[in-house]
């Protein structure tokens, strides 16, 4: 696997590569990581390149991090069977042409961000998708626009994300527990969870929030993620004049979010551009109905999910928060056919599976 990302990480890019290696771990595989130094204790089998941040517009740091990724990443690659390769990053670039070179077959996987903002010419992308084996999207979305901008595949599929067995519903006497410590008696509980990332428009979900009637809607947001635009988030908060309604959680485990999904009463996405928002699928495993804005990926789930999953205009505070109260105003948790829904099309089993049946055609 190679990733920019691993947890505690909440990125696609990073939960889908450590969960598949964990399931394939189970089935007797063995799977090894490539990926940028992160901030928690080492992993096994995992190499870590140091991403180089400063002088960005030289090309001294491309220079050393492809020299690092060639020594660390060149004994996983020569080991392995099938190369996975999880959205385009300079490392991944160079970790796909090693491969590439060795005979070592790779699949690619587009999360949505270089799809969205590909211009069609970047030849660099381009070679990376027209050598891959097999390449996947996140959504069915991402691959419409993939084929708009005649970008190279020999095969492609939608693989869509499964929700881990982590997100499920939580008995009534659990859901209290988590719930105690962030509303009162009366109170419903708003619950977001992305990094806080300016595609995300987390400022248009606290502007929304500012336009509830505290005496007529009582409630309280909860938003879970790190991000550089933490600072200004919160100072807009106090700004807004939600001081002791908003809370901001940081970075928090998947575990602990799994928890907070099942203890709200609304899950809110405020984000510009999704290809499947995950977090939108976790929620509604939980039982936990959603009010998502228009985003590509927030469209695509609404049409599966539209007994429980409220679309609004994206960048517009004020149906936000139209959306929001009238999804309190129902007070009901998700309906059977979004659970079955959630259960045949987004297992964890099944993802593994397609996948595993990917490898094995690469393989031949």
């Not at 901030?39 to 870590?48: L, N």
């Not at 949505?112 to 097999?134: K, S, V």
């Not at 990926?297 to 679309?311: S, T």
Request: net charge positive; proline share 6%.
């Amino acid at each position: 696997m190679v990733t920019p990302h691993l947890p505690p990480y909440q990125a696609a890019n990073a939960l889908l590569p450590h969960v598949l290696g964990v399931e394939l771990e189970k089935r007797g595989h063995v799977v090894s990581f490539l990926t940028f130094e992160a901030e928690e204790r080492e992993r096994a089998r995992t190499a870590c390149v140091r991403r180089r941040t400063r002088f960005r517009v030289t090309r001294l740091p491309q220079l050393l991090e492809a020299m690092e990724t060639r020594r660390k990443g060149l004994p996983l690659i020569e080991d392995a069977d099938v190369v996975h390769v999880h959205s385009n990053t300079w490392m991944n670039q160079v970790a796909a042409r090693l491969a590439f070179k060795r005979g070592k077959p790779y699949i690619l996987t587009h999360y949505g961000t270089e799809i969205w903002h590909h211009d069609g010419r970047n030849h660099a992308f381009r070679t990376l998708n027209r050598n891959a084996r097999h390449v996947t999207f996140y959504s069915a979305g991402l691959l419409s626009r993939a084929r708009e901008l005649n970008v190279p595949c020999r095969e492609a599929s939608v693989v869509y994300p499964a929700v881990d067995i982590l997100f499920s519903p939580l008995a009534p006497p659990e859901r209290q527990a988590v719930r105690a410590p962030l509303v009162g008696s009366g109170e419903s509980l708003l619950f977001n969870v992305k990094r806080l990332h300016p595609l995300a428009d987390h400022a248009t979900l606290l502007r929304a929030f500012a336009l509830l009637d505290p005496a007529q809607i009582k409630a309280k947001l909860v938003i879970a993620g790190s991000g550089e635009e933490r600072p200004g988030l919160e100072a807009l908060s106090r700004e807004l004049g939600l001081a002791g309604r908003v809370r901001f959680l940081g970075l928090v485990p998947n575990e602990e979010v799994a928890k907070l999904h099942a203890a709200a009463d609304l899950f809110v996405l405020s984000s510009r551009l999704e290809a499947t928002p995950t977090v939108v699928l976790e929620a509604l495993a939980c039982g936990t109905r959603v009010v998502s804005t228009d985003n590509p990926g927030g469209l695509e789930l609404g049409e599966m999910f539209r007994d429980d999953l409220r679309i609004v205009p994206r960048e517009n505070p004020q149906a936000l928060a139209e959306g929001i109260a009238a999804s309190l105003r129902e007070n009901r948790r998700i309906g059977e056919r979004t659970a079955r829904l959630i259960d045949e099309r987004f297992s964890l089993r099944g993802l593994v599976d397609r996948y595993f049946q990917i490898y094995e055609e690469a393989r031949r």
